[in-house]
């Protein structure tokens, strides 16, 4: 029965919050207009994205961008505007990952909104479904199973309400509330029902603070990321003793023209730093985002994306996953002489004696209306953990009877009659619940074992018709399914077969499996379907699979997942599941389609493959303008080029390719260790451009003498130089197709441009003098050349990735 708190008394601060009377009907309108008056209103903004300040403070305000406005703002003082490109091409490509990055953010707001639970609070007797950002102090608000308990407050109302504290406390075990025990935000209900007041709200929550700090916007906990962001720190230390030794090569030691010598300089920093790598990954992961809200998929965390396209192991909650959530009552099969009409009445009597009904239930509720001869007088909600519910009845002739509905391989002993017909129709795929008459407490551990069946009522579960080609894709990914239930085995065995997942037909019972998790993880290995799996197991299982080094995804809708999604590197939520598994879900499919999934994981790995792709373009650059910086000032000569070569070349073999690189379809498996993969090409690569940059240079400063041979010297080594740098962007372009081919061609083909067109001559300062030289430096670029493809398929072979 439903404990209530008494009208006259106070739930004084339970929650640590203000003293708020017990209203059993709710605030009336004028009260709650009354305090948004006064600001007592939840006000607290959750954000599933980052703030318009928050998108151009990250793009803009870079250490990078520091070092390279200044280095700008130099250039346009002592030389001419070519030589200032490369800070207007910052400005645009900043300004095209601000772009980007807001127009994720709309797609983000949009659906939090679409995907955001509206709690039930009760308003002058009637209950009223409200936004989060409404509730007002002394609102009281409703409970049932599966919903997160959005406000700091204290129990008004106790149907056996559980609320499981794990998110806020650590602790699995569900706690009991009774009224005037507190409830914190960020906790949620398992079992039972109730309601409660309202007696922190806003700030004020010190969980909701928590709670909305750990649903922003976030770029953390990414492999890639963190990968750049080493990778830049590197990149930071190496740069800044080599420019200190540029600048005093060229400003004191060469006594050369001072504004020729500054130009040159800034042409030697500018190229060591990877700015576009930062930017382009930020652009990866927005244009990711919004492709995925096309699809109505809600992307809580950015690396959800990423991680995703790790993932070698996804769980699968049958229920709601691989099968709709609504089911039908196909058959009623009485038992031990009950009469028919008699246990239809019961099973209606069951279904109206609890408020929130799972899929289960509400079958029965649809089947079997109730006719209200009987009044309720104890419910037991269902629990996973239990997998029974029951209710105590007083019938219409003044008798009392006890009934549990549930699991009949848990109601009943082994080797009952019974069981033996379970196990049949669940070979078939059905769902099979058991209706028992009970004596003792609902609540007694002992209640079961009294129990004498009445009735088994088969249910038929609908598939999801997009399911199959959903685990056939899994299956040709070489990521392992594992349809992980708290249904019978057997039942879920079925189910999985008829969907063609290999390995259906040997379901494992979960209460045999080895408690101990090296051994829980070898059986999870071997096994494919799990049935009776408890809320507790399945978070031992996603640990179990980790400590053997899988990348586990959990898919689910129930409360009963809440604490796998958890613990899992992913966890995918289905829109129309609780509140409480969308709350920790990094993913949720709005619209509910398993099918969405393959879509994540393609994005997911378009992005990761693509980054690691054009990142080597760019750590490529910053290898041989690092070495190239060395060279000079061990040489003691001008540095061959000013910044307007640079950004020719950047432009023409990194910047323009790397942008439709990163943005191309690309189905490679996601493989771990990023720093370590591009940098074993980017290194060999950046000192083979190096040495033949620097090998023409010298060459042609023999060759050349007189009035103008610097400006000849520095057009031999730029051939050189983009010819190496072309043949890499044509390693990184492979396997080739069409558009790929088209892309090399057309890069080297503006380059030609910019060799034959006279004005284009002049603006780039790139004269070719002469045969002999040009095509030297062409002969060692083919060498250079040559040299990559040796050392690439040599890397390939030889280091591990």
Request: hydrophobic share 45%.
């Amino acid at each position: 029965m439903t404990q209530r708190a008494g009208t006259e008394d106070a739930i004084v601060g339970a929650a640590g919050g203000a003293d708020v009377p017990y209203r059993p009907d709710g605030l009336t309108a004028a009260e709650v207009a009354a305090r948004v008056r006064r600001g007592e209103v939840n006000d607290v903004p959750v954000r599933s994205s980052r703030s318009v300040l928050d998108i151009v403070r990250g793009n803009v305000l870079t250490r990078f961008n520091a070092i390279i406005g200044l280095l700008w703002a130099v250039m346009l003082v002592v030389a001419p505007i070519q030589d200032s490109l490369f800070g207007f091409v910052i400005v645009a490509n900043t300004g095209i990952g601000i772009v980007q990055e807001l127009r994720a953010k709309r797609t983000l707001d949009s659906l939090a909104v679409i995907g955001e639970a509206k709690p039930t609070v009760r308003r002058g007797g009637e209950p009223v479904e409200v936004s989060v950002s409404e509730i007002v102090l002394g609102d009281l608000v409703e409970l049932g199973p599966g919903d997160k308990v959005v406000v700091d407050g204290a129990v008004a109302e106790s149907d056996s309400l559980e609320v499981d504290e794990s998110l806020l406390t650590g602790e699995a075990d569900p706690v009991l509330k009774k009224p005037g025990d507190p409830v914190m935000s960020g906790s949620f209900v398992v079992a039972g029902g109730g309601a409660f007041t309202a007696t922190k709200v806003g700030r004020e929550a010190y969980a909701a603070q928590l709670a909305e700090e750990a649903s922003r916007f976030t770029l953390v906990h990414s492999e890639l990321r963190s990968g750049i962001s080493t990778i830049l720190k590197y990149v930071t230390w190496m740069m800044v003793p080599t420019a200190t030794a540029l600048i005093v090569s060229q400003l004191v030691v060469k006594d050369t023209d001072l504004k020729d010598s500054v130009a040159r300089t800034v042409g030697g920093i500018v190229p060591m730093i990877p700015e576009g790598l930062v930017l382009l990954t930020s652009v990866a992961f927005a244009i990711g985002v919004i492709r995925l809200g096309r699809r109505q998929c809600l992307v809580q965390e950015l690396p959800a994306i990423e991680g995703l396209a790790r993932v070698d192991v996804v769980c699968l909650d049958k229920t709601g996953t691989l099968t709709e959530g609504g089911m039908d009552v196909a058959e009623l099969r009485p038992l031990d002489g009950f009469d028919e009409a008699y246990v239809r009445k019961v099973l209606g009597a069951v279904g109206d004696s609890d408020p929130r009904p799972n899929a289960s239930l509400q079958a029965v509720i649809d089947a079997y209306p109730d006719t209200d001869d009987w009044r309720c007088t104890e419910a037991l909600p269902f629990s996973s953990a239990r997998k029974y519910s029951g209710a105590t009845f007083s019938e219409g002739d003044g008798q009392s009877s006890s009934w549990l509905l549930g699991a009949p391989d848990v109601l009943l002993p082994d080797g009952d009659p019974a069981l033996a017909e379970t196990d049949s129709l669940n070979r078939r795929g059905m769902r099979v619940l058991l209706l028992a008459r009970v004596t003792g407490e609902l609540d007694d551990p002992k209640t079961p074992g009294t129990a004498r069946a009445a009735a088994l009522v088969v249910l038929e579960q609908r598939l999801r018709p997009d399911a199959s080609d959903t685990l056939a894709y899994f299956a040709d990914q070489d990521v392992a399914a594992k349809v992980i239930s708290g249904d019978n085995a057997v039942s879920v065995g079925a189910v999985a077969a008829k969907l063609d997942l290999p390995g259906a037909d040997r379901p494992v019972d979960a209460r045999h499996l080895p408690e101990r998790p090296e051994e829980m993880a070898r059986a999870l290995e071997e096994g494919v379907v799990f049935g009776r799996v408890t809320p507790q197991q399945k978070r031992d299982m996603v640990g179990a699979l980790q400590s053997r080094g899988h990348t586990v995804a959990m898919t689910g809708d129930g409360v009963n997942d809440v604490l796998a999604l958890k613990d899992a590197d992913i966890g995918v939520s289905m829109g129309s599941g609780s509140e409480a598994t969308r709350a920790v879900a990094q993913i949720v499919l709005l619209d509910n389609s398993f099918a969405t999934l393959p879509h994540v994981v393609a994005e997911g790995r378009r992005v990761i493959g693509n980054i690691t792709r054009v990142a080597t373009l760019f750590l490529t650059k910053t290898a041989y303008s690092v070495l190239l910086a060395v060279l000079v000032v061990v040489a003691q000569v001008e540095y061959p080029f000013l910044p307007r070569h640079l950004t020719l070349l950047s432009t023409l073999t990194i910047g323009v390719p790397a942008f439709f690189l990163a943005l191309a379809p690309n189905k490679e498996r996601a493989q771990p260790h990023f720093v370590r993969r591009v940098m074993r090409y980017a290194l060999p690569a950046g000192l083979i451009a190096a040495a033949a940059t620097f090998t023409s240079y010298l060459l042609a400063g023999h060759h050349y003498s007189g009035p103008g041979a610097l400006e000849a010297e520095t057009s031999a080594a730029t051939l050189t130089l983009f010819l190496v740098s072309l043949w890499v962007l044509a390693i990184i372009a492979r396997p080739y197709t069409w558009w790929r081919v088209v892309l090399v061609a057309a890069m080297g083909g503006a380059f030609l441009l910019v060799l034959v067109v006279p004005w284009l001559q002049e603006f780039f300062a790139l004269r070719l003098v002469g045969t002999t030289m040009p095509w030297a430096a062409a002969g060692i670029a083919v060498a250079g050349a040559a040299l990559l493809e040796v050392a690439w398929r040599w890397v390939e072979r030889r280091v591990p990735a």
